[in-house]
């Protein structure tokens, strides 16, 4: 029944079905009415619920997954060797095979430790990770909530995942978690600060929180080259505290591994481990995401001045893809940093972000202002 | 949609991740040995409390933050408005950024930026 409401949305478009990667508002619109008209309002609404609620974990796992076996192709590629190549086509399925690896593995319960916080960390930054996740626009009218502050939002939420960090080393009843979760806490909360001035760059550029909104405003040319040298500056500064926000290296001194085995999640094993290790990488996206709607125009497609023919092949790339291109270029140079970089000491991570980054965010935030009063932006 | 959607994806990321950990534990394999219940330390016996002191200045950063923080909050709506309202929003900004970095030298020349 489901497939024939949806088969029937997709015959009433206007247009023929390809033209659905372009403008996904006419799907949705479709499949709405569809199943409003097939069943009661109650029903309907629970449907669309059950749709939305498998289509984002389908979207959590996939990406999930992609990013832990592309985060090895990387590595591989930057340390010339081969990567993993045994399971599937060019070793695709390798992280699938550890994930139903580790579902099969015993889950230990520690001595000691604080049960109800330790069962409910991995709750907390998955729960985290799906609420960013809906806020994100991904394409023209593939976007679930709209919020009117939906990048004060993104970071208000994102920022909670600290909470879930906390916990798990807290509760393990392990030194090396805790060390690890208060390196991570210091970490998070400070980069915290450097994010959310990048951010207001963008805001006083674009003159709205709403994402849809700031997306629209960058029809024109992306805010990266719109904004003149500040824009660029904050683009610079949001990734390098991105990158720190996620814990990742040169900058992930909260699970060391030479010094602090796994911190936070020393002591996690099995398929817990694998949510604290997916929520990282889906963190990861997440960043990358937000920059690439902040910084490189979101969906918007590359347009140049008066080019009217380059534009129009521009054009012909959907929305959809412009998206994940950006997003993945941004998640590839976060990774060449993991890979090429040493990992700073914790006093060097504080005073690059005190010291450094935060200075010089504050000046750029008034230089972009001055700007934008003086209109000369393009 | 409107904003109430997002309890559905709470309800998605609480189903989730509690679903997986039921399945896990139903296929996942028991067997009890008292050895490794034990927090990992190296492989010999922790020694003493876990839940030590720890320095102080993870402290310090956190009270800076809170400060950097809610001034973070109290920017934003500023920038949105900041077009609209013209060269008056500016000059107040500057006003209270200049306080706030007077707030951060201060800080800087009390040595509360060094890790020690």
Redesign the interface.
Known sequence: MLLNTISNALSTLSEPWWKVFYDFSSLTRGIDEGLRSSMSEFWAVTVE?LI??VV??LF?AVIGLFLVIAERKVCAFIQNRLGPNRIGPFGLFQTVADLVKL???????????DSFLF?LA??IV??????V??ALPYGKGLH????NIGI?YVIAVSSMSVIGVLLAG?S????????GA?RS??QI??Y??SI??AI?TV??LA???QLSEIVEAQRTGWFIFKGHVPAFIAFVIYVISGTAETNRGPFDMAEAESEL?AGYH??YS???FA?FYLAEYINMFIVAAVASTLFLGGWMPFHVGNWESFNRIMDFIPPFFWFFGKTFFVIYLIMLFKWTFPRLR??QL??LE??YL??IN?VN??VM??L??MGWHF | ???E??I???????L???L??V???L?????TNPQ??????CGIP?EGV???Q??V??YL??I??LV??VE?VL??PW??????V??TA?IE??IF?VI??LG?LYA?KKHA???E
Request: negative net charge; charged residues 10%; hydrophobic residues 60%.
């Open positions: 619920m939305i609620g984002f974990l959590y579902l099969f593995k015993e889950l230990i319960p520690i001595k000691n430790a069962n991995p709750y998955i729960i985290v990770n799906f609420m996740l809906a679930a909530i709209d919020f004060f807290w393990s009843n392990s030194k090396y978690s805790l060390i208060m806490g210091a909360v400070s915290e600060l959310g001035l207001i805001v006083i003159g709205s929180m085995t020393t002591e099995g398929i817990k949510f914790i006093d504080l005073t005190w010291k935060l200075p504050l935030v008034l202002a001055f934008v009063l | 949609m409107s904003n959607w997002l559905l994806f709470f309800l998605v990321g609480a989730f991740v509690g997986v950990v399945f896990a534990g296929v996942a394999p028991q067997s490794k219940f034990d927090p990992y330390e922790t876990t839940w030590l720890f320095n200045g993870y950063f956190a800076l933050f950097f923080d973070t920017v934003f920038a949105v408005v900041m077009k609209d013209g060269i500016f900004i500057v950024f706030l970095g951060l800087w930026l060094i890790w």
